[in-house]
């Protein structure tokens, strides 16, 4: 017989963040149930227990949440209205539907931070070419239109540099259809991007880890090294907008809060994420606590855990390109490369898909950066 | 549609090495197939595939080793005739049998042992009482009196302080029934205990963790500190004889080497385990490269990874008592101590019965030991 197990936990979504929270989850013996859309999703493979279903049907989530102590996310993609009925029926969400909205909705996100007084890039919502042309006169060119939803990894996020790049993005043919909504943002001059990693839990304790700086090609994560390479007024100012932003919102769990470093050295939110993120990959090897473990801890209100860093750290992102590949291969020659971990998410490679990352301890981030590049050269990716 | 895993491991056993095993073999997207007594085992439970079967039955063991690239184990209880008709047959054992023989069979690796030049215990082959008392007139006063297979966790071991404690033993109310095999060794005063880790591929490539040392009662390992806080010369002569007995025997994977370092200062080679081993669980948080991945990586005959500690450390198992827990709640006071890792097996509390491990990382490892035992107290555990 089984012993029960310590906590039941339902996750919607079955991708790598499932599958390594389902890795955590083994440790903590926590039953963690993933919605998967098929048994090949990424969690499903790992192991995890899962229930066959979308995360746009309400009935599909139900199923998978039925008994679970906590209900979590590996992505952003169900419906506000449907986490509102979870939420009303006695569901325990976390994080709960008003904080996840922060992560769904980039309006609604740069409305709350700037009403709560952080500092985001100028933005507006719009509807046409022409009032992106508009807000071009008040902050000049180039603009960057972002759908409101459902863009994650550069998808939805356009760059425009003059007027006739807008041709066709706000009707059925830029095919996200003609209800999509759209807001406009000031191109910022970026010296840095940085993600400030924190979890929370109901109770308002938090956990903050070390700061970690992004390198992103085309919206996709390309590499990271953790701690960021900043002067340190930087690093503390971002930590306290992270917890600040973190009690604002009402997060539970793990929170990201990315965010951009000006050439003028100013600090601006950029997106926020509630749930393990890409960019917290490296506390796995560098932290005493990971990620996965934290979120775990976070949205069942147990004791946060040391955040830690033991070695300065990179991370690399494996991302699918257009040709064959031999994994297995690519695999064996990663692994010569000293001091590197490589975690493969069971994917099928696709151009643009996150198929793994690889994480490399050092004594400096450059040192670990290179060795982490090099790992993920060997594969072909990143 | 999955793609190709990497490799395919068959495990013999389904215990927590398993479980921490699959946990490693879903970062390298190798599947890790277990035989399993029964779907709750450790490892078919945290979402291994498993074949139910029995170690004993050589159609389970070739049933769950079909289509692997290569089989490897848990425990020692499969019969050697059986891993000899298994090899025969084209399976690719790792370790090999005459290599897992050294963890099999006391008596044998006592004589590979000795015969190769490596320092052991006196000890003999018994058949009576009287044997043990001849042995006991030559070398004094206790003798250990140890089955020659199948014991572990101290099962099997028994320290004779004078002839009348042998009654029984010998016959088959000792519930051995009267086939068992015996030996006769010779009682050391140990002034510390190690255990030495060591990888080493087919082709001869070997990785060295750093020394462990570990406190034993009644023959489980009740705590473990790494480093070794022991002089340099004695790690490094352990460390030099680890290295040479994972060539002498042939060791595939990882091979536990267990010494005594006597109170004359002298150091004798104990046990061999030829697997992740209870000793080397510090290495999941403490190591760049787990002893887990370490494993897969040896067998698969793959570069080995960086064993350099990012930490000291500090593990105790958290073994079953009598008394009713709520784990749970124990859990939860566990998570309160800083700094540490809970890692449950999924099992039912037994008395005696390994459940789960805490490690903890520290500036010293007296700082962690004390944390990791306050957390397995926090349990009622350990």
Known sequence: MTPEPTARVAMIGAGQLARMTHQAAVDLDIELRVLAGSRCDSAASAGAPYHLGSPGNLADIEAVSKGADVVTFDHELVPFTHLERLAEAGYRLRPEPRALLMAQDKLEARRFLLAAGFPVPAFTAIDSAADAIGFAGQHGWPVVVKARNGGYDGRGVHVIDKPDQLTGLFDSSSGRGPDTAWLAEQFVDIAAELSILIARTDAGNTALYPAVQTTQHAGICKHLVMPAPLPS??????????????????????????????????????????????????????????????HLRAILDWPLGCTDLLSAAAMVNLIGTGSELDITGGLRRALEVPGVAVHLYGKTPRPGRKLGHVTALGDTTADALERARLAAGQMGLG
């Open 233 to 294: 007024h930087v690093i503390e100012q971002a930590g306290r907008t992270a917890r600040s932003i973190a009690h604002s919102i009402g997060a539970t769990g793990m929170l990201a809060v990315e965010m951009f470093l000006t050439t003028h050295g100013d600090l601006l939110v950029n997106e926020l994420a509630l749930r393990p993120h890409n960019s917290g990959h490296a506390t796995i090897e560098a932290c005493a606590t990971s990620q996965f473990h934290q």
